[in-house]
């Protein structure tokens, strides 16, 4: 009936702390009637302005197209999360370029430093043996290529891995339900590039947030965000673990409540503190300045 809340494969209560924590926009089948829902934990007040995403049932399983630069580790355990739980997409897209080779450069040289605790992301090959996932490369998302393939699959969804801003706006427009990405940081407060690296600099939480991409950067509606609070000193390498892991089960989340009939989206206005400024690429400098600061203990931040 109209209001009733929907958990989905979450346990209630499992279900109800991340609508607390998490700001995870509630789901409703059929779609919210009222505007008001009271929970045990509060109530939320929906945003009437809020854009409403129906998954129509007749197209089960939702069809969704992944795109990754090529080989890069958060985009590869993603991937993974979401196959290992029964969602694989009907296309992977791989962006074979100069970003590519340095992002996944970068990352692996950090996770290998703490390979023993915590393994490696698989490789794609290792993710999709033995299934039917058709895997293209592309020189750029954002090319012809990309936009021909996507517009020959026609998914309802298109999922970010890890990879550049789509700024084609001939592909924006394919997916039915929009384009959801994954960033490695907590929006509205921190936008851009390196956002793990910026909260440090600036004393800002960590976290990850999964939204609708739209023209700007990192600026569409949020799906689901959760806050990652880490231990006293911890290294580098292991937040970096911490972030891929966090979005991973973020994202599967996000994905299983789409799936399941609808999720009303706030826009970023909605939140305290919205971000005024984009991040960019972090200089090796400042790098490395935010690493010791971490390590050091000596990273704080407000709660927002």
Known sequence: TPGTLYALNL????????????????VFNPPLSSPEVHLPNGSYQADPDARQFIVNRKKDPMTFAYLNLKGHPRGNYMLDRLIQAGLEPALVIEECSDLATAGRQELEKQLQKIAAETPL????????????????????????????????????????????????????????????????GYLPTVRGNNPYLWSIVHDLPQGVTVHFIDEGVDSGPIIARQRLYLQPRATYPQLLAAINRLCGELLLEALCFLKAGGVQSLAQGNFENPGKKVFRLCPPEIKSAAIQKLESGEYRFEEV
């Open 121 to 184: 992301p698989r490789s794609l090959p290792e993710i999709l043996a033995g299934r039917n996932v058709r895997c293209v490369e592309t020189a750029n998302h954002n090319d012809a290529q990309s936009e021909e393939l996507l517009t020959a699959l026609c998914p309802d969804l298109i999922v970010l891995g890890d990879t550049r801003i789509i700024r084609n706006k001939n592909i924006l427009r394919i997916p039915e339900l929009g384009i959801v990405n994954v960033h490695p």
């Open 11 to 26: 346990h209630e209560e499992h279900y109800l702390r991340a609508s607390k924590d998490m700001r995870i926009i509630c």
